[in-house]
């Protein structure tokens, strides 16, 4: 349920504006936003307090901690906005443990990329009527694979680590796409 309360906000706000978003779409918007989100990544972790108080595991995530990474989340309609990096800050600003929101971003994730999937399935299902569903079960299980382990070893990375890597790439990135233009 809280999983659901997470993820209503983006699903309204995404739907009423879906082709404004679309229009959005643009390298310096990009770039700009990955510049943005890797200054918020270093100042939010310049502000953390590790010995503070905080939710330390995902079940006892409460329902308006939950709702606030869901609103946190609406800013990743915006291009080149990282979902899960919007949501992770969000469960940082709310009080949960870089684990805790890492995991609450994840999980967080199956909802969103099911409904984006489905409504995109049922938008162009006459594109699958003679697709090659052998390949898709293929490319499913190896991403589903790889998005595992790649969760795991990143949780494994965040117990020992802070999220200030992350902020520097997202700058450097955004800096060398502006440079490209």
């Known amino acids: 349920m809280k999983?659901?309360?997470a993820f209503l906000p983006l699903a309204v706000i995404g739907f009423i504006f879906k082709d404004v978003i679309k229009t959005l779409f643009n390298v310096e918007i990009v770039?700009?936003?990955?510049?943005?989100?890797?200054?918020?990544?270093?100042?939010?972790?310049?502000?953390?307090?590790?010995?503070?108080?905080?939710v330390t595991h995902v079940e006892k995530?409460?329902?308006k901690q939950a709702l606030w990474v869901g609103f946190a989340q609406i800013f990743s309609l915006i291009p080149g906005t990282s979902r899960a990096g919007a949501t992770i800050i969000g469960?940082?600003?709310?009080?949960?443990?870089?684990?805790?929101?890492?995991?609450?971003?994840f999980l967080l994730a199956i909802p969103v990329m099911a409904a984006v999937s489905g409504y995109d399935l049922l938008k162009h299902y006459q594109d699958f009527a003679d697709a090659n569903w052998g390949a898709f079960i293929i490319g499913f299980i190896v991403a589903f694979v790889v998005a595992y382990i790649t969760i795991k070893l990143f949780l494994v990375f965040i117990e020992r680590f802070t999220f200030v890597a992350?902020?520097?790439?997202?700058?450097?990135?955004g800096i060398i796409l502006l440079m490209l233009l």
């Not at 510049?35 to 108080?53: D, P, Q, R, T």
């Not at 009080?95 to 929101?101: A, E, H, I, V, Y």
């Open 3 to 5: 999983l659901l309360v």
């Open 31 to 54: 770039a700009w936003m990955f510049i943005i989100g890797g200054v918020i990544f270093l100042i939010v972790e310049y502000f953390y307090e590790e010995k503070k108080a905080h």
């Open 166 to 173: 992350f902020g520097i790439y997202r700058i450097l990135f």
């Open 61 to 63: 995530v409460n329902y």
């Open 91 to 105: 469960g940082l600003l709310v009080g949960l443990d870089r684990k805790t929101s890492m995991e609450f971003s």
